[in-house]
């Protein structure tokens, strides 16, 4: 499996995961609206359009939020308060061939680094000791609002 990001000048940006027969693209419009095409040899097998608030709720189904019973409530409060952001690490110098744990981002912040992505491949959660991130980076950060700003905040 192979992941690739293109930037969409005043459109947004584009995510293609690369399978072994089919490509699952993504296109995350500035607007918030989505698009999810499902492509094999070039040719579009099926599309369809999301907004920002069914694009989230496809998406903590998919990471499994919800797999646990959870009743509405608990569900609306989770998807109002969790905050996933990818993050672009060229940006941010001070990340730059740091570890998680040197940096001790979630004392600082209150965020958690679930994932990195370096040259299409995913790291799930990388090891806060050993891994240290390159400026070509893409992080992906979990958290609510709140941290979310103070993790910007402590890495500008």
Not at 11 to 32: A, F, M
Not at 53 to 67: D, E, P, Q, S
Not at 121 to 149: A, C, G, H, M, W
Request: proline fraction near 4%; charge should be negative.
């Amino acid at each position: 499996m192979e992941f690739q990001e293109i930037d969409l000048p005043a459109v947004g940006k584009k995510y293609i995961i690369n399978l072994d027969n089919l490509d699952i693209v993504v296109i995350y419009h500035n607007t918030g609206k989505r698009e999810l095409y499902f492509v094999k040899d070039d040719e579009v097998l099926y599309n369809i359009e999301f907004s920002e608030n069914i694009a989230k709720n496809l998406g903590m189904i998919l990471t499994g939020a919800f797999y646990q019973t959870l009743s509405p409530d608990k569900v609306d409060f989770i998807i109002n308060q969790v905050v996933m952001e990818w993050i672009k690490i060229k940006h941010y110098p001070k990340l730059h061939n740091k570890t998680i744990a040197e940096l001790d981002i979630r004392k600082n912040t209150g965020c958690t680094i679930i994932a990195v992505i370096r040259d299409g491949q995913f790291f799930i959660n990388p090891d806060p000791y050993q891994f240290k991130f390159d400026p070509k980076d893409t992080i992906i950060v979990v958290s609510n609002r709140e941290q979310l700003e103070k993790f910007f905040k402590y890495i500008s």
